[in-house]
């Protein structure tokens, strides 16, 4: 039954799960210790921080700056300082999911729905450039998007850049 709801609804931590919880106006549950997720930002975070078209934030901090005005095109979806370095996290913005990772400092956004069955990218593991799907275990490189387990697979990448302290990307 586990697995069967954690395919359906994902995790009980995970970005699905979290929206049904909104929607039923219920508080997002803490971050469970194990996972990394202690009130930082990071695998499995969850929810971005907001720019006027992105999901509100849960968690990220500092929040995305407002007085930014972003490139042509570009959103802001969090505060360059909200993400730490090997961190991935999930983000809705403009109605798509995202997942934004910061790889050593510099910022890469894909899809947030794997290639593979639909798993939940901005809920994997980073180390270095690669991002594994916590779902099947799926290896994609963020550098191009190429996958390391499907070389047939390209993950669809979103531009990126930083804006002040804003990382802004372009959907
Ligand atoms: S859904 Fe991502 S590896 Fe299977």
């Not at 980073?126 to 991002?131: R, V």
Request: glycine share 12%.
């Amino acid at each position: 039954m586990g697995l069967l709801r954690t395919l359906l609804i994902g995790r009980s931590s995970g970005l699905r799960s979290r929206i049904c919880q909104r929607l039923r106006g219920a508080k997002a549950p803490p971050a469970s210790p194990d996972r990394g997720t202690s009130g930082t930002p990071g695998e499995n975070a969850g929810w971005g921080a907001r720019p006027p078209a992105a999901e509100p934030a849960l968690g990220l901090s500092p929040e995305a700056p407002k007085d930014v005005t972003p490139p042509s095109g570009y959103e802001v979806v969090l505060h360059k300082d909200a993400l730490p370095a090997g961190r991935v996290v999930e983000i809705i913005i403009g109605g798509t999911a995202i997942a934004v990772a910061n790889v050593a400092g510099t910022f890469y956004a894909c899809t947030n729905t794997c290639p593979h069955a639909g798993g939940p990218l901005g809920e994997g593991s980073l180390q270095g450039s690669l991002l594994t799907c916590p779902y099947h275990g799926w290896i994609y490189d963020l550098i191009d998007g190429s996958c390391k387990t499907n070389p047939d697979i390209v993950l669809t990448m979103y531009d990126v850049v930083v804006e002040k302290d804003a990382v802004c990307v372009r959907i």
